[in-house]
């Protein structure tokens, strides 16, 4: 190369701009749109264009503009809307010097002052173009009162006066502007086109490159054209286009075999096996950012190969990877890939923030391989639902109760441990209750106490109906704590014919009716008449009461 060709060599971003609509890739529908609009003479005042970097906002903008202001011979049907590229206008347009094609940067000038110049101006005639173009990058970087002031000649400006806006971020745009002007939504390009795009480039510039590294730089570009064309001159001035490794180690990224294998050992648990591929990628340049964004999108891919056995995904990765990938969907659940996503997302995060994102990547990769011995969250209900199924039996010929048709719990199930007769066991419901509250078991105590029926109690059976405010684990609960207790198996057998009363009901029935006794007493009587007012509060034996005792008590109910 002579130092002539490096003063004046241009990076292939620029060098390989297009210039003419017909040279943008991945955007036919806009495209079309504006072939349509030229050919009819429809052409909307204003432009608003929207997408991720480098997908070509500002060189459509300038291509319209060139369009608008072209005065020399256009090209043949159907592409006649294209700029020559030769008339006195597209020259002085491409080389950003054309007195009536202003292009302004809004990220530098977001004040309402530079907004009222621009409208001041628009009421003048074009100098020698056709048409007066401003052409404002970033749009949303303007201030509130620039957009206010910007509107209502946006909405009505002079004939020979079109804008052009261009914005990544097409949410910070009021509405307001929105709905004055054309909208073009430039869409990322696929890795497929860029591919090709890539290739003619190296064709033209004379390199030797494999497609497997323009895949690995197209796909690194992520949609988009200036990205791909800026990491394709580093590779070529690295030296790297002939080597895949070198190339990864270039542009940090990690090696989509390695990391599936990083993913592979995740889903088996071998936390070692794991630490060690992202220690080996690290080494190699991989950046353990990039290892998690390549672990999401394998993981995403991995859920769409099981949600959809037939997708087709060879176009995207080669064929170890599609045959990896193909193998590990056949033996991964939906509720794995899904909880991995989730983990892989957060631990995204995590990486990103951390002062040390290797260490943070590692702890992350442990959590993972942990995650994958626990059960899933349908497989953790399914457990609890099982293990709160009571120890239920009936008598031949009973017709079990819809719990006692519910799965035995496994203390049920167990046969080693049969009933004996032992001076622990209760002898009555009252002295279970009485266990329940020496061995300090006050919540299944109030439970028995208040929502359990007696139907019938022998050693080693007990017989009870529930009632609807019992919980659904107490007849469980209670064979367990007498198994501990007594040493026993005990059956607990629920009906559903309600019997009797609870013991709180029976003490409460108790006190109303000796209460009712009480008020009968002529003794007790004639206190109540004579302090009138007066409640009983306690009752004893009224044959045990002499006269103080009676007028204390009087005395104490007022």
């Not at 206010?148 to 009021?174: C, D, G, M, S």
């Not at 990896?324 to 969907?329: I, P």
């Amino acid at each position: 190369m002579t130092k002539d060709d490096i003063q004046n060599y241009r990076v292939l971003a620029l060098k390989y701009r297009p210039t003419t609509f017909d040279q943008l890739i991945g955007q036919e529908a806009m495209v079309r749109t504006l072939e349509n609009s030229f050919g009819t003479n429809r052409l909307a005042q204003a432009f608003i264009l929207t997408g991720v970097r480098g997908v070509g906002k500002t060189t459509t903008a300038r291509i319209i503009a060139r369009a608008l202001n072209c005065t020399g011979p256009k090209q043949s049907q159907p592409r006649r809307f294209d700029p020559c590229g030769k008339c006195e206008n597209c020259v002085a347009i491409f080389e950003d010097r054309h007195v009536d094609v202003l292009e302004i940067d809004a990220a530098s000038h977001t004040g309402v002052d530079r907004m009222r110049a621009i409208i001041d101006s628009v009421h003048y005639s074009p100098v020698s173009a056709k048409s007066k173009v401003y052409i404002i990058d970033e749009i949303h970087m303007l201030s509130t009162a620039a957009f206010n002031a910007l509107l209502k000649t946006l909405e009505e400006p002079p004939p020979n006066v079109t804008f052009i806006f261009a914005t990544t971020e097409i949410r910070k745009v009021p509405i307001t502007v929105l709905s004055r002007c054309q909208r073009f939504d430039l869409r990322r390009i696929p890795s497929t086109v860029l591919e090709s795009h890539l290739s003619h480039v190296t064709q033209c510039e004379g390199i030797n490159i494999d497609e497997v590294s323009i895949s690995i730089i197209a796909r690194a570009a992520e949609g988009s054209v200036r990205d791909a064309l800026s990491l394709l001159d580093k590779a070529i001035s690295y030296g790297a286009t002939s080597s895949e490794s070198e190339l990864r180690h270039l542009l940090g990224l990690a090696d989509n075999v390695r990391t599936l294998d990083l993913l592979e050992s995740v889903f088996s648990g071998h936390i070692e096996q794991a630490l060690s591929i992202l220690r080996e990628q690290y080494e190699a340049g991989a950046d353990p950012v990039v290892v998690f964004q390549t672990l999401l999108e394998q993981t995403h891919l991995l859920t769409r190969l099981k949600v959809i056995p037939d997708l087709k995904i060879g176009q995207e990765l080669n064929a170890d990877e599609s045959s990896m990938l193909n193998n590990m969907a056949q033996n991964l659940d939906v509720p794995v890939l899904t909880r991995t996503w989730q983990m892989l997302l957060k631990g995204l995060q995590e990486t990103q923030t951390a002062p040390h994102q290797l260490s943070a990547a590692e702890m992350v990769l442990v959590r993972l391989c942990h995650a994958s011995s626990l059960p899933t969250p349908i497989e953790l209900v399914k457990q609890l639902s099982d293990s709160t199924k009571p120890h239920i039996s009936t008598h031949p010929g009973e017709t079990p109760s819809p719990a006692a048709q519910e799965t035995p719990s496994p203390a049920a199930q167990e046969t080693s441990v049969p009933f004996r007769q032992s001076e622990l066991n209760p002898k009555s419901f009252s002295e279970l209750t009485e266990l329940t509250a020496e061995h300090k078991e006050m919540r299944l105590y109030a439970n028995l106490i208040n929502d359990v029926r007696l139907v019938n109690f022998s050693p080693g059976r007990i017989e009870i109906f529930l009632e609807p405010s019992a919980p659904e684990s107490l007849p469980k609960k209670l064979a367990e704590c007498l198994k501990d207790w007594t040493g026993s198996l005990w059956d607990i057998i629920v009906t559903d014919t309600p019997v009797g009363q609870t013991l709180a009901q029976q003490h409460q029935s108790a006190a109303e009716e000796r209460q009712a006794k009480a008020a009968k007493h002529p003794t007790v009587q004639s206190v109540m008449t004579t302090f009138p007012g007066a409640k009983i509060v306690d009752i004893h034996e009224l044959s045990q009461l002499d006269e103080n005792e009676i007028q204390n008590n009087g005395d104490n109910s007022k």
